[in-house]
């Protein structure tokens, strides 16, 4: 049965120690000296390192702010690849009053700190938490507190969090629990993606050869995975047709255009064709492409449907 212990968030409140250390000092000065007694907390080991399992075949990427990392999808053979994070990201608040005329109130900084634990975090909640594509997070994602040493034991128990909410403070729940579950859990809700994955890419084969261009790479790859991991029992047809280098979108390259040249991701390769059947107006950026002879066909199209439209 697993424990839990609630911590307040260090994006919430600063460690008392670093808070009673700076009284009375400028603000320069207690910047300083408050992320200086934060490197030396974590020298000391008062700052736990944290780790990030990734089941996934796919690179994770999370860049948000002063969290700034890709974690690497599993490769064949590979149960999960893993990163530790060690270091504590800070950045400097101004706390003062709005009206900066009012001299009565006097401006004050502090220093905000983002543990190596709650940086972890933003990859459970934008791959395991928030809902994603039809509404089923990716998942296959596991984050506990501590080093990659827990790796080596098949009956490690790990230290895992959680937020925790109280009107607008937030908390760090920590619970106990035996990693092999956790990560048993994760596989589990990245078999649901993978199977729904899948499944809506049927869909679209068997809409035929209009629908079937939003059949993809990342969408061979989820096929390749659930194969490898028996979780279907032969390749779907679709697997098997080969996605040519000019079905592919020059920007993304993993979504297919449509016919008329427009890509899902927002990329127009065609801009005339895209223009002609009226997904993009003469002032899209990629209007700028088109030749003399080209903006000639323009003139006259917009020509034709100010005619149509009365103007």
């Not at 990030?52 to 999808?73: A, E, K, W």
């Not at 909410?165 to 589990?188: C, K, N």
């Amino acid at each position: 049965m697993s424990t839990q212990t609630v911590a307040p968030a260090a994006t919430a409140i600063m460690p008392e120690a670093i808070r009673n250390s700076v009284v009375g000092q400028s603000a320069g000065e207690r910047i300083g000296k408050r992320q200086k007694l934060l490197r030396t907390l974590e020298l000391q080991g008062g700052i736990k390192p944290a780790t990030i399992l990734n089941l996934s075949p796919f690179d994770l990427q999370v860049h948000s702010g002063l969290i700034n990392y890709t974690i690497p999808g599993a490769k064949e053979g590979q149960q999960f690849a893993h990163l530790t994070v060690t270091n504590v990201l800070t950045y400097p608040i101004y706390k003062g009053n709005t009206e900066m005329s009012d001299k009565r109130i006097k401006a004050e900084w502090d220093v905000k700190a983002i543990l190596p634990i709650e940086q972890l975090m933003e990859f459970h909640r934008s791959y395991s938490a928030d809902l994603g594509f039809e509404g089923v997070a990716q998942g296959g994602i596991v984050v506990f507190e501590g080093d990659a040493s827990a790796l080596k034991d098949k009956n490690a128990v790990v230290r895992v969090p959680r937020y925790h909410y109280e009107g607008q403070d937030r908390y760090l729940v920590y619970s106990e629990e035996p990693l092999a579950d956790l990560i048993l859990s994760a596989d589990e809700q990245l078999r649901t993606r993978a199977l729904t994955e899948i499944h809506v890419a049927q869909g679209y084969y068997d809409q035929g050869d209009a629908q079937r261009r939003n059949i993809g790479r990342t969408e061979h790859m989820w096929a390749d995975f659930a194969l490898r991991r028996k979780w279907i029992n032969a390749a779907p047809v679709w697997r098997h047709t080969q996605i040519r280098v000019e079905d592919s979108c020059e920007k993304c390259g993993k979504q297919y255009v449509s016919k008329t040249g427009v890509c899902s991701c927002g990329y127009v390769r065609h801009p005339l064709i895209a223009f002609k059947n009226g997904e993009i107006g003469a002032d899209h950026v990629r209007m700028d492409t088109l030749t003399t002879d080209e903006w000639k066909q323009v003139r006259e199209i917009e020509a034709r449907r100010k005619k149509a439209r009365g103007e």
